[in-house]
């Protein structure tokens, strides 16, 4: 953002996280006040984190679905998968399989030690098993085996690529409406929105599963979230800012 104004070429900046700071957001906003149309975001739910929301140009995201296979013969876990650490709210999803007593395998890098060890103390007889940090062939085995996806954020999810990677798998989502994942999930059709920070709407959704068709989660892969899509989302926003200069 402070090299934009000293540069003769369009600058295209796509920002990856939402609102941090208020200074952050201040300097930001004068650029876009110079420079309108260069703001690209995720999520109209992350660009509403900022004063500028309004004018940034929704891109969403993707994954190589050649790395993701399909899989219509799940068992009967459930998947998380992201960084272990309080804002990911791992307990809410902990507690709802320790009420539905179905098996939750969890993925990830445990980035809060202590955090982990509460759950794990708090819901000692759950169904749980941590698979560790897989990498993308591994992880898309896994996840690919499973019923459906837990997504548990207690903050504002500026996107939120394990959705997708799940979607590549066919592997239905149950999430928080809250943040990315609520602008990912066809509710009803993908998956299941619940009331953020509700167990009790979230270990529902999860006896619903069954309703849903893993073949649309695939198909919705296909169609929002290739490389082909992402890149053709790239390019006609790119041609704007182009043409606007």
Known sequence: FYLTPFLKTPVAHFISMGSMTAESDRIMNQIIEQHPGTFGVYTQAQADTFPFGDRCEIL????????????NQPGESLAWLGRIAPEKALEDAVEAVNRTRTPLKIMGRIQDEDYWNKIRLDFPDAPIEYLGFLDTNQLQQELGKCRAL???PRWIEAFGNVAIEALACGVPIVAYRRGGPSEIVRDGQTGFLVEPDNVSELATAIANIPKI???ACRQQAEVEYSLTALGDRFEAWFDKIVNCA
């Open 150 to 152: 837990l997504m548990t």
């Open 60 to 71: 969403s995201s993707a994954v190589d679905l050649a790395l993701y296979q399909f899989n």
């Open 213 to 215: 068709d893993r073949l």
